[in-house]
């Protein structure tokens, strides 16, 4: 059985950067050092206007800082919930304006974790409760609230509004598997993860395991679905020639098992990371994803368009070296590292 994608509305995208994890380079376009030596990140509001968000100086001390990182929304979540009445609208104003971004780009739910905020749970809660707070005030979609943490999700969920639809709860999976109590408490949709009860899943076979345990316990517990979405756990294709196909085998085992009602995918972008020119390996991965089954993504719909990825030309050379390293024949990913060297990767 298949999931047959005909077009970008298919396809569930879940919009994952409003995460603290995120970053932007202190010497790259969008940080500034202004004359008296103040660092800034710089953003456009919704009238196309420049505007600045100013780096607190602790920020300075911090490790992304020493290697030449700004955090930008751990910045502006800490604005929100630390910072003056000026300071918490700036961070509120910077947050919502990436909302309406990933909205109006396709999002159909906007994925929000704050767990690099602080190593204290107490401090994570209240990050959580302001982001959703933040957010839902102009979102048009709902939130995907997200964290390894129960109590951070639980805080999050009970934060929210509902005012633009069903919230999303990312994620449960085998080690966490009681916390599907919170998404029927909360009518909410899942993201169902392929870790299982120690650890990540070796191959594809681990990863239907893990996933169709908690699937089962999902739709005993009289959650639909539809409202259940799998993350089959993408690892970057750079560490393992392996890791792109153990995903793609496992999607189309579990789309085989549980019927096209059940949403499947994960965060596709993983596999790029640390490889140049991430946008064509993510077009391409995603491109692959769907044709083994997927329908739904965590991915950053700026950055990574379905439709654009459907209408690749596939027999292309740029497309053929990745989908050669993306199966695991290109050792080191080397020879599609050199026919970027090489400008070989570059669109015509």
Not at 20 to 34: F, H
């Amino acid at each position: 059985m298949s999931r047959v994608i005909d077009g970008p509305d298919d396809f569930t995208v879940i919009g994952e950067n409003i995460h603290a994890t995120r970053v932007v380079l202190r010497n790259g376009r969008r940080a500034v050092t202004l004359d008296d030596g103040t660092e800034a990140v710089t953003w456009k509001d919704g009238n196309g206007e420049e505007r600045l968000m100013i780096v607190p100086e602790h920020f300075k001390e911090s490790q992304a800082y020493g290697m030449n990182q700004h955090k930008h929304f751990m910045i502006a979540i800490w604005k929100g919930v630390h910072g003056d009445a000026d300071e918490a609208a700036d961070g509120a104003a910077y947050v919502q304006r990436e909302a309406v971004r990933q909205a109006e780009a396709g999002a159909k739910f906007l994925d929000l974790n704050v767990d690099e905020v602080s190593p204290h749970v107490d401090e994570q809660k209240r990050s959580m409760r302001w982001v959703v707070e933040a957010v839902q005030q102009v979102a048009t979609v709902p939130v995907s609230v997200d964290s390894s943490l129960p109590a951070i999700i639980e805080e999050g969920l009970a934060a929210y509004d509902g005012s633009a639809g069903r919230p999303m709860m990312n994620s449960v999976a085998l080690e966490r598997i009681d916390s599907l109590e919170l998404v029927t408490e909360h009518n909410a949709h899942v993201v169902i993860t392929a870790a299982g009860r120690s650890g990540m899943p070796d191959n594809a076979d681990e990863r239907v395991e893990n996933v169709s345990e908690v699937l089962e316990a999902a739709l005993s517990a009289g959650i639909p679905p539809g409202d259940l979405h799998v993350d089959g756990l993408v690892f970057p294709i750079a560490v393992d020639g392996r890791y792109g196909m153990d995903f793609l085998n496992a999607i189309s085992q579990i789309r085989e098992k549980f019927g096209n009602e059940v949403h499947v995918g994960g965060g596709l972008s993983n596999v790029s990371f640390g490889i140049p020119n991430r946008r064509l390996v993510n077009d391409v991965f995603l491109r692959m994803a769907i044709e083994r089954g997927a329908d739904s993504g965590i991915i950053d719909p700026i950055t990574t368009k379905v439709a654009r990825s459907m209408e690749m030309d596939m027999d292309s050379e740029r497309v053929q070296l990745t989908l050669d390293m993306l199966h695991g024949n290109d050792e080191f990913c080397m020879n599609y590292i050199t026919a970027h060297r090489e400008g070989r990767l570059r669109r015509n």
